[in-house]
């Protein structure tokens, strides 16, 4: 266990993850992508799925996946928000394999670990753990009805949906209607997934399967936006050393240098919370506490760190061309998926025993 | 190697030759610091076994079980945070063999002489002289901001010896004996009522020239390692949680539904999720530490509490409603301790005012962590390189 810190092994997997998305994941190209129908950059997912076997990461190994913890994850969240990689993991390696975990479902859970098949769960990407959310209707035998919010639905071939019977179905997505929506922010895309009589197996009693996902997903959330606003921080400065004005760098002028180091504060605030929430739901020890704990920080910090990023850029900022956009349209989108701050700031009223008025 | 299960044999050897049923306390202690059980990561003969620092919570926690005496950290917190690692990295051996037993059994007590009402911030720039006379310094001058100096038998104090070179190159680092007849100590009366700090007026004191620490003319850079533990001790304890400022607020509000409202309730949690990710931010730096990886966090810490014990107490004063309009007394005291969550909310919202001023303004730290960690360009100097006596004052 090495707590708050990184393990010697987690270190070499961000390595050898950022290299590849070094090589793979410019961010020219992404941009690019961004602006067409097909955002998603899945010969990337390709190589990260099947080459490096990251969407097996959170399956145990006798169940066809690479057996790491929530830990490992996060460090591959980091690196996958640090290059605003265009890459379905977060919806499909981590919270559609966490609700097929909570099922037994090994035969899908294996498809999806090997990289096979990639999944989506269908619930609004803004629902947080243990909030409300739209099922389908199941009718006949088969589903129907209209779910929108959808993250990354349009990379899945295999989806996750609830239904008013209270359990899990799993539909193949040839079976739905699946209709992008334009997105905030365009390298996690939503779509609405439209239901007439489609198939599904049932996989097991929703609720737990949905509680689990929401839970690991919203407290490895926290490590995409810290990877995002390392990104912010570190290019920022990089920006200001470079860019002189009245005949000398900006990041000479003490406004601009309060304004960096206050940021970096709440980046190595972000990271303990970050790392806090991996680790819990590494132990299962403290960890709704945790995850909302992180949850309730990380979103205000991300938004934050991009938002000044494109401040202190000035005029490229606000530039289609400089990824810099990118970046605050996660952040901004982020800081609504799997719970707000204040919906997570309220899980701590009850958690931590300060009940409202 | 020294390893737990070693300094559990060192440990129930030690409380085994001195039970602390029948031993003094003051005895006990030198007796735990010549067994090296003190701070294990010291040398051994300087109470401490070179041993990892992280360690020194299995010595601790055997002594405390066994009801040990303590040697009061939070009374000494300026010798042990920032005197003993500057005497421990500067000083001669006959310094530290000298200094560092009485220092950590708080037989003495330290202070530091080191603001002056002209040179706070800026604190290269400051004017207490210290002229040589055969094998003594003869000091004049004036300090403030001393905490501790009315029980302190020893002082860190920075001194004037160069005035003809560039500020930071006069400047020489000596130990104060606080007894000597030309040390005038008067206490410094602060916003909470209490006089927490000191004036100190130096008239002809008399310096042995072997309790300067370092070379004369480099005390600013053995001043360094001084500014650095400081911002760490003053920052970076290892709490549990709602350990800070938030425990009390927190308290009152589970204590008192009356007083609680929806915009106290929504600010109450926002303070509360930042008091719990500062305190895993220090818990981070201490792994880092015992890990052997001294990170620049030690600054962060001290503005992030800064900040925050700010904003909580102000919130805490007004949760109380009418009761916050009260002050629990203001009768100058002198305090031993520095506590800033003790007294009251009152207390704690005016005391509060100050962590972003002592020990470093957070504007100083800002500056602090712009240049040195992110690598940003440094504030223009017009007076780096100019003689002290020639700048403005």
């Not at chain 1, 899945?156 to 209607?177: E, F, N, Q, R």
């Amino acid at each position: 266990m090495s707590g708050l810190l990184y393990s010697a092994e987690e270190e070499a997997l961000r390595a050898a993850v950022r290299d590849l998305l070094d090589d793979h994941c410019e961010a020219a190209a992404v941009i690019a992508r961004a602006d067409t129908a097909e955002p998603h950059d899945l010969a990337l997912w390709r190589r990260l799925a099947h080459g490096m076997g990251l969407a097996g990461l959170l399956v145990p190994e006798e169940r066809g996946g690479q057996g790491a913890s929530p830990r490992e994850a996060a460090v591959v969240l980091e690196e996958l928000g640090r290059a605003m990689a265009p890459v379905p993991f977060l919806t499909s390696a981590v919270v559609a394999t966490e609700a097929l975990l909570a099922c037994a479902a090994d035969g899908l859970l294996a498809e999806l670990a090997a990289g096979r098949r990639t999944g989506a769960l269908a619930v609004p990407l803004h629902v947080g753990p243990g909030a409300g959310h739209p099922r389908a209707r199941l009718s006949g035998g088969t589903l129907h009805g209209e779910l929108t919010g959808v993250a990354d639905a349009t990379a899945a071939d295999l989806l996750l949906v609830p239904a008013d019977d209270g359990a899990l179905y799993a539909v193949d997505a040839d079976a739905v209607t699946v209709t992008p929506q334009t997105c905030l922010d365009p390298t996690r895309p939503l779509a609405t997934l439209t239901l007439d009589g489609a198939p599904g197996d049932r996989l097991g009693s929703s609720g737990p399967a949905v509680d689990r996902a929401l839970g690991t997903a919203a407290g490895l959330l926290a490590s995409e936006q810290l990877g995002l606003a390392t990104w912010a921080l570190e290019e920022t400065v990089r920006h200001v050393k470079e860019r002189r004005q009245f005949g000398r760098p900006v990041g000479g002028f003490q406004a601009l240098k309060h304004r960096l180091a206050r940021l970096w504060l709440e980046n190595v605030n972000l990271r303990a919370a970050a790392r806090n929430a991996a680790d819990a739901l590494a132990t299962g020890e403290d960890t709704d506490t945790a995850v909302a704990l992180a949850q309730a920080y990380a979103s205000g910090a991300a938004v934050h760190a991009a938002e000044e990023a494109l401040q202190l850029h000035g005029g490229i900022g606000m530039t289609w061309e400089h990824p810099v956009h990118l970046y605050l349209k996660r952040a901004k989108a982020d800081s609504l998926a799997y719970g707000t701050a204040g919906a997570h700031r309220g899980a701590l009223a009850a958690l931590a025993d300060l009940p409202a008025p | 190697m020294t390893d737990a299960d070693d300094l559990r044999r060192r440990t129930a050897a030690l409380l085994a030759a001195h039970p602390p049923g029948t031993t003094g306390r003051p005895e006990f202690l030198r007796a735990r610091f010549d067994a090296g059980l003190a701070w294990v990561h010291f040398p051994e003969g300087l109470g401490g076994l070179g041993a990892p620092r992280a360690l020194q919570a299995v010595a601790d926690a055997e002594l405390a079980a066994a009801g040990a005496p303590d040697n009061d950290p939070r009374r000494i917190g300026i010798g042990l945070g920032m005197a003993a690692p500057t005497i421990l990295r500067h000083g001669t051996e006959e310094q530290k063999r000298r200094f560092l037993r009485p220092l950590w059994t708080g037989e003495e007590v330290w202070c530091q002489l080191f603001s002056e009402p002209g040179a706070g911030s800026d604190l290269a720039a400051l004017g207490t002289r210290a002229v040589r006379r055969g094998d003594e310094w003869i000091v004049d001058g004036q300090k403030v901001w001393t905490s501790s100096a009315h029980l302190a038998r020893w002082a860190l104090l920075l001194a004037r010896t160069d005035p003809d070179a560039p500020k930071h190159r006069g400047i020489t680092y000596f130990l104060c004996d606080m007894t000597d007849p030309g040390v005038e100590v008067r206490p410094l009366r602060q916003i909470t009522g209490e006089a927490e700090f000191n004036e100190v007026f130096l008239t002809g004191v008399r310096i042995p020239d072997t309790h300067r620490l370092g070379e004369a003319g480099d005390g600013w850079r053995v001043a360094r390692t001084t500014l650095d533990n400081e911002r760490v001790a003053i920052g970076g304890t290892r709490l549990p949680r709602e350990g800070g400022m938030i425990g009390p607020v927190a308290r009152t509000w589970r204590e008192r539904p009356g007083l609680r409202t929806h915009d106290l309730h929504q600010r109450l949690l926002g303070l509360w999720v930042e008091a719990e990710v500062a305190r895993l931010a220090v818990e981070r730096l201490s792994q880092n530490l015992a890990a052997g990886r001294p990170g620049p966090e030690g600054a962060a810490t001290k503005l992030g509490f800064a900040r925050l014990n700010q904003e909580i107490s102000g919130l805490e004063v007004e949760l109380l409603g009418a009761e916050g309009l009260l002050y629990d007394d203001w009768t100058m005291r002198r305090p031993e301790l520095v506590d800033f969550t003790g007294r009251e909310a009152g207390y704690r919202y005016l005391r509060s005012k100050g962590n972003s001023i002592e020990g470093g303004t957070s504007e100083i730290l800002l500056n602090i962590i712009a240049e040195r960690v992110l690598g940003l360009p440094a504030e223009p100097r017009t007076d780096k390189d100019a003689a002290w006596k020639d700048l403005a004052r």
